[in-house]
Nanobody
Framework: QVQLVESGGGLVQAGGSLSLSCAASGRSFSNYAMDWFRQAPGKEREFVAAISWTGGGRYYADSVKGRFTISRDNARNTVYLQMNSLKPEDTAVYYC????????????????WGQGTQVTVSS
């Protein structure tokens, strides 16, 4: 069992930055690929970014590529999402997620989810 707790969400103006953190507890964090997904009101949950268990592989949705950076610190059992040049369309609840083994961009393949943190970008 892995427990995930996100933090760092909030309200920011367009063009601003936010940094999200996800603290993991439970079974071996370094055995899991980690993801960030988001869900806006009335929309399906969508993939944002993923990082392999070594940190060597990073993957991004086209909509955030060049603006968001995912990273992890296995010694601290934490994964991060640095979000720059934020746009109003980035407004959503952001979820941290863990996938046993290999990286996935598919929500159905996720093994554990956090409770989510709200990010609101004003225009």
């Amino acid at each position: 069992q892995v427990q995930l707790v996100e933090s760092g969400g909030g309200l920011v103006q367009a063009g601003g930055s936010l940094s999200l953190s996800c603290a993991a507890s439970g079974r071996s964090f370094s055995n899991y690929a980690m993801d960030w997904f988001r869900q806006a009101p009335g929309k399906e949950r969508e993939f944002v970014a993923a990082i392999s268990w070594t940190g060597g592989g990073r993957y991004y949705a086209d909509s955030v590529k060049g603006r968001f950076t995912i990273s992890r610190d296995n010694a601290r059992n934490t994964v991060y999402l640095q979000m720059n040049s934020l746009k109003p369309e980035d407004t959503a609840v952001y979820y941290c997620a863990a996938a046993r083994g290999y990286v996935t961009v598919v929500a159905a393949d996720i093994d554990y989810w956090g409770q989510g943190t709200q990010v609101t970008v004003s225009s």
